[in-house]
């Protein structure tokens, strides 16, 4: 079975703080790790993934992911948040063995709020 | 290309009630699938298709049914609706190429069920 974890139901953060969105998974051997960002009454948008490589995962909008494999975590961080930021984040994961196509598990998401 | 696409947005339909909520793809993605979206839940997969023909159930495929006759549509049908699929509803496909594996959604339909 595979499964994420995301711990914090908000986050709040000043404008030009960094901040993070915390992330933990479980699958069987090594995962594909995803970001989602959904903006309110729209669709989820990627942001990055981690399939091999660098453990540092570059993505859209100025955001980052670095993949833990000791702590199997995949946090996203950003340098210095913009109030444009807040929305819902979603963290995704899939097995490499799936048996169920190419579906991915969603964690429950994360509401990141960003004040001026 | 339009990408995926999705209708009605919003729908509102009484107990027991029938109906398809329509998905379609411009983009030429072998695998498509249905997820409902429910606060404080994520995203939960319904159904999904790997090709033409071809379905399986995902976690929480009671009370849905789907088809795929042609690699651009994946319509999915409530067959008696209940309160209990009040929910927002996402369509995705992917094209499995390489290292890719990422999903590309519509916009939702929103579902009321009363």
């Known amino acids: 079975a595979q499964s994420v974890a995301q711990p914090e139901d908000q986050v709040n953060v000043a404008e030009g703080n960094p901040l993070t969105v915390k992330c933990t998974y479980s699958?069987?051997?090594?995962?594909?790790l995803f970001w989602y960002v959904q903006y309110p009454n729209r669709g989820l948008q990627f942001l990055l993934k981690?399939?091999?490589?660098?453990?540092l995962v570059k993505g859209s909008y100025g955001f980052e992911a670095e993949f833990n494999k000791s702590q199997t975590s995949f946090h996203l961080k950003k340098p210095s948040a913009l109030v444009s930021d807040s929305a819902l984040y979603f963290c995704?994961?899939?097995?490499?063995?799936?048996?169920?196509?190419?579906?991915?598990?969603f964690g429950k998401g994360t509401s990141l709020l960003v004040t001026p | 290309n339009a990408g995926v696409t999705q209708t009605p947005k919003f729908q509102v339909l009484k107990t027991g009630q029938s109906m398809t909520l329509q998905c379609a793809q411009d983009?030429?993605?072998?695998?498509m699938s249905w997820y409902r979206q429910d606060p404080g839940m994520g995203l939960r997969l319904i159904h999904y298709s790997v090709g033409a023909g071809i379905t399986d159930q995902g976690e929480v495929p009671n009370g849905y049914n789907v088809s795929r006759s042609t690699t651009e549509d994946f319509p999915l049908r409530l067959l008696s609706a209940a309160p209990s699929q009040t929910s927002v509803y996402f369509c995705?496909?992917?094209?499995?190429?390489?290292?890719?594996?990422?999903?590309?959604f519509g916009p939702g339909t929103r579902l009321t069920v009363t």
């Open positions: 699958v069987s051997g090594n995962p594909y």
């Open positions: 995704a994961v899939r097995a490499r063995n799936s048996n169920s196509g190419y579906a991915l598990n």
């Open positions: 981690y399939i091999t490589g660098d453990n």
């Open positions: 983009m030429n993605h072998e695998y």
């Open positions: 995705a496909s992917t094209k499995p190429q390489g290292a890719s594996y990422e999903q590309y």
